[in-house]
């Protein structure tokens, strides 16, 4: 679903922040990016989305190429940010309807998707106000509500967990789960490491922009009985 | 005292990083060029300083030019520094930062005070500058009038700045209530500027009676008085160019007293005025139901561009003013009695009517630069249309839609206003229309080139979006080197007809318009692909 391909990114020309990753994703798969601050998490994901561009290496989604055909690309995924920095003088419900437009979901589907995960956020009876008075956690919620609602083949998401409350947070949880089951696959970053262990198929971790491990926690872990946290640690700890 | 410096330093360096954001350092000689850029801009005034001084030097006055370029320039200041005074007490995001600081509440007005001081004073040096430096040379150096000119200039910002705080900060407080805030803030800073620059005009207004300006003539400083009865400080400073310490004295103490009263006043505006404002910012603003509704892509994205655009007051604000400076003028001139209806009718003006009404149509293509801020404008939303599947061709294409929607209601406006005061016929509107077509195909096309190579996204207060910074003095330049090709072909056609003319300078810009296609989608939508923001 997903192939990054020696991808590095340098940022003016002096600041490796992505060197040389590589990583495939198979569809129906739950991957956690986890890594220390200023790591390359979200740079990665930046350049997978093609917010920016890779300096090197091919980035394809669904088998297409997102620098040779980025709308096609596109239509394959949504994102969710680390920040939920969105223009947003208007209502809820118009950035919905907004986000259903572009993704082309039909009416009677973006009915039911907008209920279903604004009801389960708590955040229906809010759709009708402006964004700009959302609490932070609410605007997150509006956000993973809008990127659910193509159904994307492949959800990417950006330190999800940050700023929900546990009841929210838990909903997250099952809608990935859920998508998975459903045969989407999602791709998300966490600092959260209890919640990569939990939920994910596979754990990829970077450390200075390096791909230090991408494998099933069972394969990482290598029969030890040390915890993820333990292994992490250890693992991108500076000499 | 090391607060209000710190703050200072902060709030002018914000400032000029954002003009100064993305110069392409790797090739000097481009760095230093993009930054003389405005300095060309300072041609048009230099000749409207020289050719004041030339009539003023022949009734044997040379000083007005100065009592004149300084009254113009109080009113320019307060024209723009409403605005933008606004803009970064009400709605810059480091308030929220610097309200929580342990300084005091005059510290921070001051410190807010420093961007619009250099603001003014680049203004300031524009007119007023070259008027004091043509006038310590052109007859002789003058050292003295030139040094004492310089120290004038440097304190000609602080009286129009703080008469606009003092205006705005309560005027705010006044209106920033209630629901509907933004349009408050818009129609109100609207109706103070009109207030404020008719009542200028109103100050300043000679009547000319012959025979009183031959009375007045025969005493010393008799014009002098006569231009600046009303407004005092311009004869202090006059007579303080021209060597008077006394008048001197007077002008700079006159400064320190208002900021002195603005410094009596800073504690209660701040707590009156920004506290409550920004308090209740965050008012529920609930109406309409859910809806499912379903409209075309390319809607969608030119109604959130013309949102982003009406939501913010700055950018509406900026985008209303520049657009009909012409019936802004028009109506304050008309009041004040400057201008009357019968000039309009009259025989010496018939051939210029089409040039007049071309002119006043095309306004929102000439003045404003909306394209040139299209992505700044959505600041750090940018990413948010990158990661939807629109291919950056129609990214670029919708904003341009935008700024083309946006200027031809203006121009539709503008159009039936002027009809209605000019005799103007059927070809003339004709004609008229089909110029402003043309330059607003073009500007709108190539100006989103100028921010697509500047993206500026990182801004703290919308001003700086859409006015302080260099994209707005490119996309100037770029009209007054398109202009200049233009007045020259004028010139060259000059034995033809005023129809005739029209109709091949609007060619003209067709052809250009055509020539930015190729620019904005050959070369530019690469580009656009690699901002990052
Ligand atoms: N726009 C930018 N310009 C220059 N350097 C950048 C830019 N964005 C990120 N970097 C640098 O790239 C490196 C990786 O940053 P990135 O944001 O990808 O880290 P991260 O893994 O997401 O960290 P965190 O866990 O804190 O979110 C950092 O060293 C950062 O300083
Ligand atoms: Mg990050």
Redesign the interface.
């Known amino acids: 679903m997903l192939l990054v391909k020696n991808v590095s990114k340098v940022y003016d020309n002096k600041k490796k922040a992505v060197d040389n990753l590589s990583l495939e994703i198979k569809k129906g798969e739950i991957i956690g990016f986890i890594g220390p601050n200023g790591a390359g998490k979200t740079t990665t994901i930046r350049m997978i989305?093609?917010?920016?561009?890779p300096t090197q290496g091919t980035i394809e989604i669904n088998g297409i190429d997102i620098s040779k055909e980025?709308?096609?690309a596109?239509?394959n995924f949504?994102?969710v940010?680390d920040h939920p920095?969105?223009?947003?003088?208007?209502?809820g419900?118009d950035y919905l309807?907004?986000?259903?437009?572009?993704?082309e979901v039909?009416?009677q589907q973006?009915?039911e998707r907008?209920e279903r995960f604004t009801k389960a956020f708590q955040i229906?009876d809010a759709?009708?106000?402006?964004i700009?008075?959302y609490s932070h956690g609410m605007k997150q919620k509006l956000l993973v509500s809008g990127a659910l609602l193509p159904n994307p083949n492949l959800f990417i998401l950006d330190e999800p967990m940050v700023g929900l409350d546990p009841h929210s947070a838990k909903i997250l949880k099952d809608i990935m789960r859920d998508h998975c089951q459903k045969g989407g696959t999602v791709f998300f970053s966490s600092h959260v490491l209890e919640v990569v262990e939990n939920l994910c198929h596979r754990v990829a971790i970077i450390h200075r922009g390096k791909l230090i491990a991408c494998d099933t926690l069972e394969n990482i872990k290598k029969n030890s009985t040390a915890t993820l946290e333990e292994i992490f640690l250890e693992m991108t700890k500076d000499e | 005292m090391n607060k209000f410096i710190a703050l200072t330093k902060i709030q002018i360096k914000d400032f000029f990083s954002k003009y100064t954001q993305h110069l392409n350092v790797k090739n000097k000689f481009l760095g230093i060029l993009t930054m003389l850029l405005p300095a060309l801009l300072i041609l048009p005034a230099i000749q409207l300083a020289l050719t004041l001084y030339d009539s003023f030097s022949m009734i044997g006055y040379p000083e007005l030019t100065i009592t004149y370029i300084y009254i113009a320039n109080v009113m320019l200041m307060l024209f723009a520094g409403i605005p933008f005074i606004i803009s970064i007490f009400f709605y810059s995001k480091d308030l929220r930062l610097i309200a929580t600081l342990p300084v005091k509440e005059d510290t921070i007005v001051f410190s807010k005070l420093a961007s619009v001081y250099i603001y003014l004073l680049a203004i300031g040096c524009f007119f007023l500058g070259t008027s004091v430096v043509i006038y310590g040379t052109i007859d002789g150096v003058k050292v003295l009038s030139l040094i004492l000119g310089i120290m004038a200039l440097l304190i000609s910002p602080l009286l129009p700045m703080i008469i606009s705080t003092l205006i705005v900060l309560p005027f705010m407080s006044l209106i920033g209530r209630g629901r509907k805030r933004n349009m408050l803030v818009i129609v109100g800073n609207l109706v103070l500027i009109a207030i404020v620059i008719g009542v200028q005009l109103l100050m300043t207004r000679i009547q000319m009676q012959p025979d009183a300006i031959n009375n007045l003539l025969s005493q010393e400083d008799g014009l002098l008085r006569l231009i600046g009865h009303k407004f005092p400080p311009s004869i202090w400073l006059t007579k303080m160019i021209q060597g008077s310490l006394l008048d001197g004295g007077l002008f700079i103490l006159l400064n320190l007293a208002f900021i002195v009263v603005l410094k009596l006043f800073a504690k209660k505006l701040y707590s009156a005025a920004l506290l409550k404002f920004n308090q209740e910012g965050s008012a529920l603003i609930e109406k309409g139901k859910i809806y499912y509704k379903s409209r075309s892509i390319g809607i969608q994205i030119i109604k959130r561009h013309i949102a982003i655009i009406t939501s913010n007051p700055t950018f509406l604000l900026n985008t209303v003013l520049t657009m009909f400076i012409p019936i802004l003028m028009f109506v304050l001139t008309s009041l004040t009695g400057e201008l009357s209806g019968d000039l309009f009718n009259s025989e010496a003006l018939e051939p210029y009517i089409i040039y007049i009404y071309t002119i006043v149509v095309s306004t929102p293509a000439i003045m404003g630069s909306l394209s040139a801020t299209a992505i700044t404008r959505e600041g750090k939303a940018f990413w948010e249309t990158k990661v939807l599947p629109i291919s950056a061709r129609d990214n670029i294409k919708y904003r341009i839609y935008t700024t083309l929607i946006i200027n031809f209601t203006g121009s539709i406006i503008l159009g039936v206003a002027a009809a209605y005061y000019l005799p103007v016929n059927f070809t003339m509107i004709l004609l008229a229309a089909a110029f402003c077509i043309a330059t607003t195909l073009f500007f709108s096309t190539i100006d989103i080139a100028i921010n697509i190579q500047r993206p500026l996204l990182n801004w703290s207060s919308p001003t700086a979006a859409v006015k302080n910074n260099l994209n707005i003095m490119l996309s100037l330049l770029l009209r007054v080197i398109t202009g200049g090709i233009g007045f020259l072909l004028y010139k060259m056609m000059s034995s033809l007809g005023a129809n005739t003319i029209i109709g091949v300078l609007s060619a003209f810009f067709i052809i250009l318009y055509i020539v930015a296609i190729y620019i904005v989608y050959g070369i530019y939508e690469r580009k656009f692909v690699d901002i990052a923001p």
């Open positions: 989305t093609g917010i920016i561009a980025p709308v096609g596109k239509k949504t994102f940010p920095t969105i223009f947003d003088a208007v209502k419900i309807n907004f986000i259903a437009d572009i993704h039909p009416i973006r009915k907008i229906y759709l009708t106000q402006t700009n008075s």
